[in-house]
């Protein structure tokens, strides 16, 4: 004999026909309903609108829109004295090593 598993109605405890997710801020809730209550939940409820909503929108096109990425190269980046430049220092030029690798000629 095998066994059977019935849903019932979480509001009420007779049999549901349907099962709901409502997303409550950042949390997801799982509701087994009845065709009374699936009704009644519905009845307020409207669809969404697809994208983001038109109050979001509306205040981001006033605001000047975000910058993302790395800022543009500006003009005194090379030249400028009074910035300090961050990390590892650059390698000084000398006229007289015309190695790359910083080892001078060993005997052949």
């Not at 109605?9 to 349907?18: F, K, M, N, T």
């Not at 009644?40 to 993302?68: F, H, K």
Request: proline residues 7%.
């Amino acid at each position: 004999m095998g066994e059977r598993t019935i849903l019932v109605c979480d509001v009420c405890g007779r049999p549901a026909v349907q099962t709901v997710t409502i997303k409550v801020g950042r949390q997801n809730w799982t509701k087994d309903l009845c065709q009374t209550h699936v009704d009644e939940l519905t009845s307020g409820a409207r669809r969404p609108r697809p994208g983001r909503r038109r109050a979001v929108v509306a205040a981001e096109a006033a605001a000047p829109p975000r910058r993302r990425g790395r800022p543009p190269k500006s003009a005194s980046a090379g030249g400028a004295t009074g910035t300090r430049r961050r990390g590892r220092p650059r390698k000084s030029q000398t006229a007289g090593a015309s190695s790359t690798d910083g080892q001078s000629g060993g005997s052949s």
